[in-house]
């Protein structure tokens, strides 16, 4: 356990410590507290010294925290969000909820639901921020990260918002013209997501060839689902994103597997703010609509 010297460490030391044990990078935590690489690194050094204890293992450009890095950056969370919110304090929690998540699915299946969503918080205000990369959770602002992984962020507390499934799509155009049997597509009607694996939906099958020769890939899923629709093709998509789609009847099933996708859907936010009444109220409804989402889609 680190024990503080008599001597406090600097401010700067332990934000620029907490900075880069959340991100697991002095670059990000650079960028996030408008220093450089270099003055992040001498700043945890010093830490390090000073409490005589290494925080952060260092193996080439990976950082990984270390048993006592874990439980300081667990100790530190909270103090440095009340010292920030003591000299904040007029700035309203409510005008702050930041909402973090994939472009796909902010494009595909939190859009569509957020009328519902602002009838639900009446008042609601509302910041939400798409990339590919993990978003960072600065300390200082009530953010909630929509993620699409294991749950396993180190200083995240995260919580499970549902079970995805993978299913086989195409157009009911494609269907006509290429049958139901996907051995029997050819490359040209596959539209392939570069991070959708055939295994993770039919282990016990052989990938066809043609899904691996796929005249179309993509890394955006929410794209991909759309080039399916555009060019009257088939492919293997997430539930979420296509259910839109399906439910338009822009795409049909072309099997009935519904196969558990390989990871979940999470909330994330830090342990700090997990009692903050509007982020309550926000992950709240968020669990409601994918519960109401997993009952219309998945039920029986």
Known sequence: ??????????????????????????????????????????????????????????VGPRLSLTPAGRELLGRLGEPLLQLRQA????????????LATLAS????????????????????????????ALSSFPPDRPRLGLRYGSGRWP???????????????????????????PAAWPASAWVRHEGTLWEDWQPQAPEPQGHRDAALVWNDAAAMVQALVATDGVGLARLSLA??????????LADALLAPAPMRYW????????????LKALAAQLLVMAGAWEAQWLAG
Do not use: C
């Open 1 to 58: 356990m680190p024990t503080l010297p008599n001597r406090m460490p600097p401010l700067q030391s332990l934000q620029a410590f907490e900075a880069s044990a959340r991100h697991l990078s002095f670059s990000r935590a650079a960028e996030e507290m408008h220093l450089t690489h270099g003055a992040i690194s001498r700043q945890v050094r010093g830490l390090e010294a000073q409490l005589g204890e290494r925080l952060l293992a260092r």
């Open 87 to 98: 000299l904040q304090p007029d700035v309203p929690a409510s005008e702050r909820l930041e």
């Open 105 to 132: 699915f902010a494009s595909l299946w939190l859009a569509p639901r957020l009328p519902a969503l602002r009838e639900a918080l009446p008042g609601l205000q509302l910041r939400v921020e798409t990339h590919y």
């Open 155 to 181: 200083g995240l507390k995260a919580t499970a918002l549902m079970q995805d499934r993978l299913v086989l799509l195409a157009t009911p155009a494609a269907l006509r013209r290429h049958g139901r049997d």
């Open 243 to 252: 259910a839109g789609a399906l439910a338009a009847k822009k795409l049909r």
């Open 267 to 278: 909330l994330v936010t830090r342990p700090e703010y997990a009692r903050h009444a509007g």
